[in-house]
Each structure stands twice: as structure tokens, then as C-alpha cells.
């Protein structure tokens, strides 16, 4: 199933949104290596500590980017989420070209400044993660919400967690890292946005 937005897209995007769609799974390699990190961050949420919070989820961005071998992103988070006609902003992924991008992410909701839920908190930081990842990793030209990306955040989450991975769907052979181009470290994009 493809989302309503797709038909406004242009021919070149649509290629790319089917792309990200085919893409069920990312393997990142000793991701069960990466607990204690996960149980730091729900400790540092758990504490109300912003800037424990962004240490522990930037380094836990930047050991997923280095065991993918792709330029690491920078974390930032921020207290409470900023309110406008669009609702409430989660988190937001700018790319920076060569230089990786930024994950920003806020801890704080924004009615009642209360802390956001660990898993909440999670899903939100590799939401902002895997953006990046379509571009320096996948190699897409931009990066769409598609069924796929959802399932590539959500196994990813699970396997952060500690928790089986869900089947993937029926007919996907190939996981996202086994269809991404080779790439060297460094060589990320200049300018592409999502």
C-alpha cells in the first residue's frame, strides 16, 4: 500500500519512495552489543537529565552509524517540544552534506513539559537516524515516510530493545543493508534534503 502523497510526486521521486518502500529490514551488526547504551538512555530519561540524555543518545547514534560504516550524525535534544498548526515536533533530521546531518529530538512534551516515555523517546531518535541513514547508507536521493522505512524503524527499535524482530514481509528478500550501494566513509551527500 502506498501512502496518498505519493501520487503528487514526481516520476524521479516515485522511483525513490518504491525504493525506501522495497527495503523492509536493516541489519546493523552486534546490535544486542548495544543495550547497555540503550539502557543508559532509559536511565538518563528516567533522571530528567537533558544533557545525559543527549550523550548517551548521540553516542548510541554513533556506534549504529560506525557498525554501519557511514558517516555519523550529530544528536542534539532539547527540552520541550516546540508546538505550531502542524501539532507537536518529535524530532527533526537536517542533513549537512559532507559533514553528516543532525538528528535533533526533544525530551519534554510540549503541553504538559512532562518527560517523554523511553520507547517513545527511542523510536523518535532512530525515526531521525534511519533519515539519515536513507541518504548515507541507502544512497536515496530523498527520504520518504513509506510502509517500508516504518518497518525498518520499527525492527530496529525491537532489535535495540532486546525483542525478536518481526517477519519480514512476504517477498522481501533482501535487507536494506544488503541493497545499499558501496559506499565510502565520508563521502556523504551535499545538499540533499528529505
Known sequence: MRFPYYERLSERQKRTYRRSDALPVLEVPGVEQLASLVASLGGALAG?????????????????????????????????????SFGELHGLYEPRGRRGG???????????REVVAFRTFLRTLVHELLHHLDYEL???????????????E???V????GEPAPAPPEGAARTAREAAPRRTVGSGSSGRRG
Open 48 to 84: 530528567a537529565d537533558r544533557r545525559a540524555v543527549e550523550r548517551v543518545s548521540r553516542a548510541l547514534a554513533r556506534e549504529i552509524c560506525v557498525r554501519l560504516d557511514v558517516e555519523p550524525v550529530d544528536v542534539r535534544v532539547l527540552s520541550a517540544r516546540p508546538t505550531g
Open 102 to 112: 543532525l538528528v535533533t529530538v526533544w525530551m519534554r512534551t510540549a503541553a504538559r
Open 138 to 152: 541507502l544512497g536515496l536521493e530523498e527520504t520518504f515516510h513509506t510502509e517500508g522505512f516504518f518497518r525498518r
Open 154 to 156: 520499527s525492527a530496529l
Open 158 to 161: 525491537r532489535r535495540l530493545l
